[in-house]
């Protein structure tokens, strides 16, 4: 199929003047013909190098954007030299000049038509580029996430776990790893990165891509681990017809083709998802239609709607479309001088990169990013945009003037391990207990987790512990000691309460950091920190117990105080055991 667009498109570096055809053909007919097939010859060289190298979409508007540019180039070029060989004064003659002068002056005309609609028929319909991602506006909270929910695990690390995994393939020094994405798989979330061949000769030598390595974005402990029972044959780095794209290509021709990520099924079989767009308004406002994904096995490939492709594709529209409708909302919604000059309720995003990939309440991909005041460095947000990856629904987040944005949050965290040369990368902004918070990844300069913080968006304050659970811990204990006093704290998602009742089990933590307890006719966990209270690993079953916790409606509960009634009934209390003091009789006596 792609060869017949080429030898299609090879036409339009022909002479395109009907009475140059008639009088070559007419005067010197095999000259001529040899003339032309060269110029076939350069047409066809140009259509491999557009149309097989660089896979334009064969559509309308994508054969006119770069072959129109052809025809008008060979216009002005095949008029200009006529011009230049016509010589003398005849009725004829003059004919012939004003028809070469006619054919410059249309590839003149189709060249300027081709660059404004390139350069400024776009800046006309920027009205249509804010609203194509059909971003909803709104000034409620987002619902807050469990701690199950929150990536902790940050890109450098997962590479660096994916590069030490890498290094067990057979042959290794035919592959490199290819990009890490975040996604969710039979409900956890993963880094996977998918095995590609090194170049071109590489590819010619092995038959096949052996897998992917997967690394948890939940588990900081979690080992890297290596997928390598399948053959992908249709990859983004195989060349010719094993080319991911130009696969997708030969069959879906007309598609506008935005990017494309690695999923592999819930039980592992390794998928493409190329996210297609088609445009609007000529090639001004691109707007995404769906996924076509692609067996990396078999090359087997199927077409499906947005919000329509089977469940374990996560990411159908691609990051880098859903950024452009993200900026373009926060620039144009007021109209392109609006933007230049007034700036009227204009913002942007953070990053001109990339969005992030977070679990949303419903435990469905999002995009996220956080937006600023244009043109300025600054640490505070005005609002965010969600955009669910699966079905392309856009809101824009209000009501966050003032706080920290994800370079702040990140600065923050700088300061705070400053001593240890530990950075914060990568934060993701979550609702966590009703508050916007930033969870930021603190790693080594080797990129190796060693800490993760929270940072409360509103006032900066930061809690950081080794691992997600701790963390999320001493961040609930942050807000009910540290803001308890302020209006911060919703009473109904964290506040103090009594839990009093039998022992009914206990349990040791992890490295006996921790002691757990079930209280009778209770369903939460209450966990008593042993550096705190160190006489928890008294506790037995059948004592009664009285706790003051931070209520936040999780499981496990964190005791801020506790008293142990059965000891205290048993022993009495700390303050009955009084050592008298020894009489100076009693001590003359002793001497003597």
């Not at 095999?30 to 097989?52: E, T």
């Not at 390595?213 to 195989?238: H, T």
């Not at 209390?573 to 001497?591: G, I, K, M, Q, R």
Request: proline share 4%; glycine share 8%; with cysteine.
């Amino acid at each position: 199929m792609l060869f017949a667009w080429i030898a299609l498109m090879a036409l339009s570096c022909l002479s395109l003047n009907p009475q140059s055809w008639v009088r070559g053909l007419r005067r010197r007919p095999k000259p001529w013909l040899l003339l032309q097939s060269g110029r076939y010859v350069i047409g066809f060289v140009i259509g491999i190098v557009v149309i097989y190298f660089g896979l334009i979409d064969l559509s309308f508007t994508g054969l006119l954007s770069t072959f129109g540019v052809v025809v008008a180039i060979n216009l002005i070029v095949t008029g200009l030299l006529e011009s230049v060989q016509t010589i003398g004064t005849g009725k004829r003659v003059r004919y012939t000049f004003k028809l070469a002068k006619v054919q410059m002056a249309t590839g003149a005309l189709l060249l300027l038509v081709l660059l404004g609609l390139k350069l400024i028929y776009p800046l006309m319909v920027t009205k249509e580029l804010a609203t194509v991602g059909q971003i909803e506006r709104s000034d409620e909270k987002i619902a807050s996430v469990a701690e199950e929910a929150v990536r902790v695990v940050p890109h450098k690390s997962a590479r660096y776990k994916s590069e030490i995994a890498f290094g067990n393939i057979e042959n290794y020094s035919f592959y490199e790893l290819g990009e890490s994405n975040i996604q969710k798989i039979d409900d956890e979330l993963y880094w996977v990165s998918p095995i590609e061949y090194a170049n071109v000769w590489r590819w010619f030598r092995a038959d096949h891509a052996p897998g992917y390595i997967m690394v948890s974005a939940e588990d900081p402990n979690a080992e890297a681990r290596l997928v390598d029972g399948y053959e992908m044959k249709y990859v983004p780095s195989a060349f010719f017809h094993e080319n991911l794209e130009r696969h997708v290509r030969q069959a879906y021709g007309d598609v506008v083709l935005i990017g494309y990520s690695f999923e592999p099924d819930d039980e592992g079989r390794p998928y493409y998802a190329y996210s297609y767009a088609r445009y609007e308004h000529y090639r001004a406002v691109p707007k995404a239609e769906g996924v076509i994904l692609v067996d990396a096995e078999t090359g087997e490939m199927e077409q499906y709607a947005l919000g329509e492709q089977p469940d374990f594709v996560d990411r159908a529209i691609a990051p880098t479309l859903a950024l452009d409708y993200a900026y373009w909302y926060g620039m144009y919604s007021n109209g392109l001088f609006n933007a230049w000059f007034a700036k009227e309720g204009v913002h942007e995003p953070t990053s001109k990169d990339d969005m992030l990939g977070v679990l949303g309440p419903e435990q469905e991909m999002y995009w996220m990013i956080d937006h600023m005041r244009p043109n300025q460095e600054s640490n505070t947000m005005v609002g965010f945009t969600m955009v669910n990856a699966r079905t392309g629904e856009a809101t824009y987040y209000t009501g966050m003037s003032g706080m920290l944005n994800g370079r702040g949050a990140r600065e923050v965290v700088d300061k705070s391990f400053q001593k240890e040369q530990w950075s914060g990368t990568q934060p993701v902004l979550y609702s966590v207990y009703g508050h916007y918070t930033w969870v930021v990844p603190v790693v080594d300069k080797n990129g190796l987790l060693r800490e993760i913080a929270m940072v409360h968006a509103e006032t900066g304050n930061i809690s950081s512990a080794p691992s997600r659970k701790e963390v999320f811990l001493n961040y609930g204990q942050m807000l009910a000691n540290d803001l308890g006093v302020d209006d911060y704290l919703p009473t109904d998602v964290l506040e103090t309460k009594t839990v009093s009742g039998k022992v009914y089990r206990t349990s040791i933590g992890a490295n006996e950091k921790y002691v757990r307890v079930l209280i009778e006719g209770e369903s939460t966990v209450l966990e008593f920190d042993i550096a705190k209270h160190s006489d928890a690993v008294f506790i037995q079953l059948n004592d009664e117990l009285e706790a003051e916790v931070s209520d936040t409606e999780e499981n496990i509960l964190r005791v801020e105080s506790f008293t142990n009634k059965t000891m205290a009934k048993e022993f009495g209390a700390v303050e009955d055991f009084e050592l008298n003091d020894v009489s100076e009789e009693e001590e003359s006596e002793t001497e003597e």
